[in-house]
């Protein structure tokens, strides 16, 4: 980039010394010339070994050649009979060109920056431990199941689970979310994501070849390959076009001559007119800024933890008026909590301690929550002893000198206790001390924070039906819905239901977006126009399956997904248009004899410089 900057700067310093000895030496048109041809050269040297390159190699017609013609035509041009030398104009096209192939440059370079933060997360070391030793090697040479050992500020090079320490990880490279993420042992961690307090140790349960890093490193080095239809259009749109614009350019330069009857005497003219309709039809804007647009949004959108796996779903995403929703681990959390506490002969505190205990050795999801609703029960001195699970019914156990029954109304009526009913949604826990009644404790699977304010957003988009669908009861599936305010729901489904459903839905109101966790909702993701999953921090199926990956499981990231798409289609189209309606606006100039070499110029390179700059918004996130 500096290199070319200075490079212009010594053509535009070299230019406007011959455009002054023009002016004050009085010289002959070939001395001239010889002047001139020094910054022509110095700044053209590169168009015009692209422009001989593709005539060797059968690709004659391309934006490089347009510009080698038009400028040797008007430098060509003053040694007719009665033409005017366009010596300036040839060297100044020649010079704006390389302006706007540096612009193009560097807007292209800022585009890769934006996905360039994706390839930081790449590590570039591991520290494992062999034979009593730390050993430094490559990630790709780690094996599943080798003890790993990460230290502050190092990127975790693997997937694993942690055996030792406690620290806090920065996913702001996976998710685009700045708050640190605490993990200590048995939590996973996520390759490429940095370490930035304590010292770990890990155990791989993935190589380096299958780990999240890799497969999103992939995924954003292959993103370029799913060309958007307004991009697959615009390159063929070039190859019938630029051949179309050369033989045009001939005909203007040769026809009119010949039938005015005066050949010698018009030719200049209509050659300087030929000239200027091979500059300012080089599709030079729509060629460079359109593909950058959908680059610079995908760059974009990637900094914001959404992954777009090719400009096409763009397309899609831009179009969407109908999202379904899988429920359980896209809408919801996907674990079971405890949702509300109705205690009865004691406080809510004692409730939960006391079925806490109760369920202290439980590996039911039920016995999970409680435990975690409350956390200090393994600290706080009771003992607990005469643990029986009874199947159908529950935990009974001696807590202290209390005999605590927990499970439903079976267990309940076999203790004696009068229980009451709950008007809660959700798997109600029933608790009995001594026989007698204590309460009930309502676990259900929670409702994401963002959940409702992603559905908002959707519909003020303008997105006509929010569907969910799912396979929980019918009274959960009317709960969550009524929560969210989505328009339609359907309940106790089966995988191949919700397929079925998704195809009903599709087509009746514009492209249908499938919103899924990625690993049991991969042939309903594949199915609809665009498969969204809650990547959830790097699932391999989510990854694998889908067309869009959100990083950090937020719903209301598809909404921005959407926003992103539609901003980034709409300023590719405003390149078209602008792009288009000047060269028209100029083309008709020319063949009416008003339109100058300045006037063409700025129809080619100044609209380009103009269409790249405006390419650049797409890379903005708001």
């Known amino acids: 980039m500096k290199k070319k900057?200075?490079?212009?700067?010594?053509?535009?310093?070299?230019?406007?010394?011959?455009?002054?000895?023009?002016?004050?030496?009085?010289?002959?048109?070939?001395?001239?010339?010889?002047?001139?041809?020094?910054p022509y050269f110095l700044i053209g040297y590169e168009t015009l070994k692209e422009a001989a390159e593709g005539l060797a190699h059968g690709d004659a017609f391309n934006e490089h050649f347009l510009m080698s013609i038009a400028t040797l035509g008007a430098l060509c041009i003053g040694f007719l009979p009665g033409a005017e030398t366009q010596f300036p104009e040839a060297v100044f096209v020649m010079l704006f060109f390389q302006v706007g192939e540096m612009m193009e440059g560097y807007a292209e370079g800022q585009s890769r920056k934006s996905i360039a933060h994706l390839m930081d997360i790449r590590p570039d070391m591991a520290s494992v431990e062999r034979g009593g030793e730390l050993v430094v090697v490559s990630p790709g040479d780690v094996a599943v199941g080798e003890i790993v050992v990460v230290k502050p500020g190092e990127k975790i090079p693997l997937?694993?689970?942690?055996?030792?320490?406690?620290?806090?990880?920065?996913?702001?490279?996976?998710?685009?979310?700045?708050?640190?993420?605490?993990?200590?042992?048995?939590?996973e961690v996520i390759s490429g994501c940095v370490n930035m307090s304590g010292?770990?140790?890990?155990?791989?349960?993935?190589?380096?070849?299958?780990?999240?890093?890799?497969?999103?490193?992939?995924?954003?080095?292959?993103?370029?390959?799913?060309?958007?239809?307004?991009?697959?259009f615009i390159t063929r749109f070039a190859r019938v076009y630029t051949p179309i614009v050369v033989f045009a350019a001939i005909a203007v330069a040769f026809i009119p001559p010949l039938l005015s009857g005066d050949f010698?005497?018009?030719?200049?003219?209509?050659?300087?007119?030929?000239?200027?309709?091979?500059?300012?039809?080089?599709?030079?804007?729509?060629v460079i800024s359109v593909p950058l647009s959908f680059f610079g949004g995908i760059g974009g959108a990637s900094r914001k933890g959404i992954l777009i796996k090719g400009s096409n779903y763009i397309d899609v995403l831009a179009q969407v008026k109908t999202v379904v929703f899988d429920k359980t681990g896209t809408l919801t959390h996907g674990q079971f909590a405890v949702t509300a506490v109705h205690p009865s002969s004691c406080d809510e505190r004692h409730l939960l301690h006391l079925a806490a205990h109760v369920e202290h050795y439980s590996t039911h999801?039920?016995?999970?929550?409680?435990?975690?609703?409350?956390?200090?029960?393994?600290?706080?001195?009771?003992?607990?002893?005469?643990?029986?699970?009874?199947?159908?019914?529950?935990?009974?156990?001696?807590?202290?000198?209390?005999?605590?029954?927990?499970?439903?109304?079976?267990?309940?009526?076999?203790?004696?206790?009068?229980?009451?009913?709950?008007?809660?949604?959700?798997?109600?826990?029933?608790?009995?001390i001594n026989g007698d009644y204590a309460g009930h404790i309502v676990i259900n699977d929670r409702v994401k924070d963002d959940s409702a304010h992603a559905v908002e957003e959707l519909k003020a988009l303008?997105?006509?039906?929010?569907?969910?669908?799912?396979?929980?009861?019918?009274?959960?599936?009317?709960?969550?819905?009524?929560?969210?305010?989505?328009?339609?729901?359907?309940?106790?489904?089966?995988?191949?239901?919700?397929?079925?459903?998704?195809?009903?839905?599709?087509?009746?109101?514009?492209?249908?977006?499938?919103?899924?966790?990625?690993?049991?909702?991969?042939?309903?993701?594949?199915?609809?126009?665009?498969?969204?999953?809650?990547?959830?921090?790097?699932?391999?199926?989510?990854?694998?399956?889908?067309?869009?990956?959100?990083?950090?499981?937020?719903?209301?990231?598809?909404?921005?997904?959407?926003?992103?798409?539609?901003?980034?289609?709409?300023?590719?189209?405003?390149?078209?248009?602008?792009?288009?309606?000047?060269?028209?606006?100029?083309?008709?100039?020319?063949?009416?004899?008003?339109?100058?070499?300045?006037?063409?110029?700025?129809?080619?390179?100044?609209?380009?410089?103009?269409?790249?700059?405006?390419?650049?918004?797409?890379?903005?996130?708001?």
């Not at 406690?166 to 042992?185: F, H, K, M, Q, W």
Request: with cysteine; glycine share 10%.
């Open 462 to 622: 303008g997105v006509e039906r929010t569907v969910m669908l799912t396979g929980d009861r019918l009274e959960v599936g009317q709960d969550v819905a009524n929560k969210l305010g989505l328009s339609e729901f359907y309940a106790q489904l089966m995988p191949a239901d919700k397929v079925a459903h998704v195809e009903r839905l599709l087509g009746e109101s514009g492209k249908l977006a499938f919103v899924g966790d990625g690993i049991n909702d991969a042939p309903v993701l594949a199915r609809a126009d665009v498969g969204i999953a809650m990547g959830g921090l790097g699932s391999d199926a989510a990854i694998e399956a889908a067309d869009v990956v959100i990083m950090d499981d937020c719903p209301s990231k598809i909404a921005l997904a959407m926003r992103l798409s539609r901003r980034t289609l709409g300023i590719a189209r405003q390149n078209v248009w602008f792009a288009l309606g000047v060269k028209i606006a100029v083309l008709l100039l020319a063949a009416l004899g008003l339109a100058t070499m300045w006037m063409a110029v700025f129809a080619d390179v100044g609209v380009t410089v103009l269409a790249v700059l405006n390419a650049m918004r797409a890379m903005r996130v708001d």
């Open 199 to 232: 010292l770990i140790k890990m155990r791989a349960t993935k190589s380096y070849g299958h780990s999240t890093v890799s497969k999103i490193i992939d995924l954003v080095e292959n993103s370029s390959r799913h060309k958007s239809r307004s991009e697959s």
């Open 5 to 38: 900057l200075l490079l212009i700067v010594v053509t535009a310093l070299l230019l406007g010394l011959a455009v002054f000895v023009e002016k004050t030496c009085n010289l002959a048109t070939w001395q001239l010339l010889l002047i001139y041809l020094v």
């Open 365 to 432: 999801p039920i016995g999970a929550a409680l435990r975690d609703a409350f956390p200090d029960e393994a600290t706080d001195g009771c003992h607990v002893s005469e643990v029986e699970e009874i199947a159908g019914q529950g935990v009974r156990a001696r807590v202290g000198d209390d005999v605590v029954s927990v499970g439903n109304t079976r267990m309940m009526d076999a203790v004696g206790a009068k229980w009451s009913d709950c008007d809660h949604v959700g798997t109600i826990i029933h608790v009995a």
């Open 264 to 286: 010698s005497g018009t030719f200049a003219t209509w050659l300087y007119r030929a000239l200027m309709f091979l500059i300012v039809s080089c599709p030079c804007a729509l």
């Open 159 to 187: 997937d694993g689970v942690v055996l030792e320490g406690n620290t806090s990880i920065n996913t702001v490279a996976l998710t685009g979310e700045s708050v640190p993420r605490d993990a200590g042992v048995g939590d």
